[in-house]
């Protein structure tokens, strides 16, 4: 099983709508991430959180809001979709471990906008 | 400014061939962290190596290796014997460690590279 699941996975709705993107994770990591990319970009950080009851703006967080529901739950909405939210939504983990990090992606999210 | 500079949009290298991925990144935090990551066209984001500001040594994850040159500002992905497998886009991102704001924020990605191995 993927220690990071994204739900859905794909997703097409309508400008104007709210919607949810959902992220769990099995690896019993406390931090949490939402990346957004775009074609010809790298990611960029939408959200973070270092635990439950910690949760901070990201690079490109207008728009967007997020609720950690649990350790193992990270969820990103959008209130009011519109076109140019378009994009593959990521979410990750963070480990750090004998001086190294590693951030866990999920399978992403692709999401259009119409 | 970017954080993270990739100037090879795109590169096509013979199967076998050793590959080099530039990555520049700029940065005045002390502590940080340097990774590649590959995307293959099924989009899944894949960790491939790891180093920190602070490591004396090079790292190295089986065919990949990590040529840090700090004084540069530089941490170039090596693929050594290139498969077609490797065929994908790279990304290299940086996470800075900002003492004075409680913690790590996330990574800041470059643009990528798109590798295309040719048999």
């Known amino acids: 099983d993927a220690d990071v699941t994204q739900t859905p996975r794909n997703r097409i709705t309508k400008t104007g709508k709210r919607i949810m993107l959902e992220c769990s994770q099995t690896?019993?990591?406390?931090?949490m991430y939402w990346y957004r990319q775009d074609p010809g970009l790298g990611l960029r950080l939408i959200y973070y959180s270092f635990d439950v009851k910690d949760i901070n703006k990201g690079e490109i967080s207008d728009g967007y809001s997020v609720s950690r529901q649990a350790q193992a739950k990270f969820s990103l909405s959008l209130e009011s979709a519109i076109p140019n939210q378009t994009a593959l939504y990521f979410c990750?983990?963070?480990?750090?471990?004998?001086?190294?990090?590693?951030?866990?992606f999920g399978p992403g999210t692709r999401l259009l906008v119409l | 400014a970017q954080k993270i500079t990739q100037t090879q949009p795109g590169m096509f290298v013979q199967e076998k061939e050793a590959v080099t991925l530039d990555c520049t990144y700029d940065t005045s935090d002390p502590s940080y962290g340097l990774f590649w990551y590959k995307q293959p066209s099924s989009g899944e984001m894949i960790f491939l190596i790891y180093q920190g500001s602070y490591d004396q040594q090079n790292a190295t994850e089986g065919r990949y290796s990590l040529n840090f040159q700090k004084a540069r500002k530089s941490a170039n992905l090596v693929i050594s014997a290139s498969q077609l497998g490797d065929s994908a886009m790279y990304f290299c991102?940086?996470?800075?460690?900002?003492?004075?704001?409680?913690?790590?924020?996330?990574?800041?990605f470059g643009k990528g590279t798109h590798l295309i191995i040719q048999p």
């Open positions: 990750a983990t963070s480990d750090y471990t004998d001086f190294q990090e590693t951030q866990y």
């Open positions: 690896k019993g990591h406390d931090r």
């Open positions: 991102a940086m996470r800075e460690v900002k003492y004075s704001g409680g913690g790590a924020d996330g990574l800041t």
